[in-house]
């Protein structure tokens, strides 16, 4: 029986890999890969998917339902405090007043890199409103321990660019992040494949949130299985403890009482 949950804002997840809902090519595969993947959470783009906004549109809710899935509103595509603070309080109405959101403001639509300043704005004034803010930030020991002090209930800090697959590029600055946090740390963009979330959580990260690295597999649905087991290693690596690295060969086999 597993025990080791993953806890956000007081509630458990059995699940530490979370998942996005975009760029799949229907609302079919999306929903296949996100069983695949075992997910508890999955995160919405508000902006960009319908979850009841559109009545004459397909909605992703149909496929995805509330009482089967935890839907993390996320605020992709806002530049500002003030757009991604209104954006989750419409989301807030259409998902019946729910409190756990994801916030990300972003700097600039080449890099996708957070805009630390309206980031923290916008987090101070959601935090006042009662939401439970999950909040994407760079990878800065600084930024992060503001973001918490501030209220925000899981730091998500950045392994590379939003859909680069480029993988953790800064682990020692993630390490800080983690080594000093007191709420869950999410690697939050940049995975590329399995190996990158089990080295993530090897890290020592609470859990992994991606989309394009499914989403944008040759095959999703495998690849949603793949960081599955990966999302389990890589914390069941960590929770054992690896060995110490050596310079030194060490043998692995005892040489007394060998036989001439």
Request: net charge negative.
């Amino acid at each position: 029986m597993n025990e080791d949950f993953l806890t956000i804002a007081g509630r458990r997840y059995a699940s530490r890999l979370l998942v996005g809902s975009g760029k799949y090519r229907d609302l079919a595969q999306t929903r296949e890969a996100t069983l695949a993947a075992g997910a508890d959470i999955v995160t919405v783009a508000i902006r960009r998917v319908n979850i009841g906004q559109d009545r004459n549109s397909p909605n992703l809710l149909d496929v995805l339902p509330l009482d089967e899935f935890t839907i993390l509103p996320n605020t992709a595509g806002c530049y500002t405090a003030k757009d991604a603070v209104y954006t989750l309080q419409m989301a807030r109405e259409l998902l019946g007043g729910r409190k756990l959101v994801k916030l990300e403001v972003l700097g600039d639509p080449d890099t996708l890199f957070p805009q630390m300043p309206e980031t923290i704005k916008a987090a101070e004034t959601l935090v006042r409103d009662g939401f439970d803010v999950m909040v994407y930030c760079s990878d800065d020991p600084v930024q992060a321990r503001i973001l918490q002090e501030i209220g925000c209930v899981a730091v998500m800090p950045l392994a590379s660019l939003i859909g680069s697959g480029m993988g953790i590029l800064n682990p020692w600055n993630l390490g800080l992040i983690i080594e000093q946090a007191t709420v869950p740390v999410l690697v939050d963009a940049g995975v590329g494949t399995a190996s990158d979330a089990a080295i993530a959580m090897e890290l020592g990260c609470d859990g992994v949130l991606m989309n394009s690295a499914i989403a944008g597999a040759r095959d999703p649905v495998r690849m949603a299985r793949a960081m599955r087991h990966a999302v389990i290693a890589g914390r069941e690596a960590c929770l054992a403890g690896r060995m110490p690295k050596r310079f030194a060969a060490v043998r692995s086999s005892p040489i007394e009482g060998v036989v001439a």
